[in-house]
Nanobody, 115 residues
Framework: QVQLVESGGGLVQPGGSLRLSCAAS????????VGWYRQAPGKQRELVAV???????NYAGSVKDRFTISRDNVKNTVSLQMNVLKPEDTAVYYC?????????WGQGTQVTVSS
């Protein structure tokens, strides 16, 4: 079992920055693929960024060059640095860890980009 707790969401103006964090407990974090997803009202949940056990990363085209995902396998945390935020980035952001058939989700944190 893995428990995930996200933090760092909030209201920010267009062009601003936010840093989301996800703290994991309960298992060996370093063995899991870790990702950030988001879900905007009326839309399906979508993958934002993923970081593999070896440290490689992948991003959705809409956030590439603006967002950076990172992980700390000692502190069992994963972060998402979000820069140059746009109104279309407004969504609930979820942390996810996965390994084989196991997948765990956090409770989500709201990010609102508005002037």
């Amino acid at each position: 079992q893995v428990q995930l707790v996200e933090s760092g969401g909030g209201l920010v103006q267009p062009g601003g920055s936010l840093r989301l964090s996800c703290a994991a407990s309960g298992s060996i974090f370093s063995r899991y693929l870790v990702g950030w997803y988001r879900q905007a009202p009326g839309k399906q949940r979508e993958l934002v960024a993923v970081i593999y056990t070896g440290g490689g990363t992948n991003y959705a085209g809409s956030v590439k060059d603006r967002f950076t995902i990172s992980r700390d396998n000692v502190k069992n945390t994963v972060s998402l640095q979000m820069n140059v935020l746009k109104p279309e980035d407004t969504a609930v952001y979820y942390c996810n860890v996965a390994r084989g058939f196991e997948t765990y989700w956090g409770q989500g944190t709201q990010v609102t980009v508005s002037s």
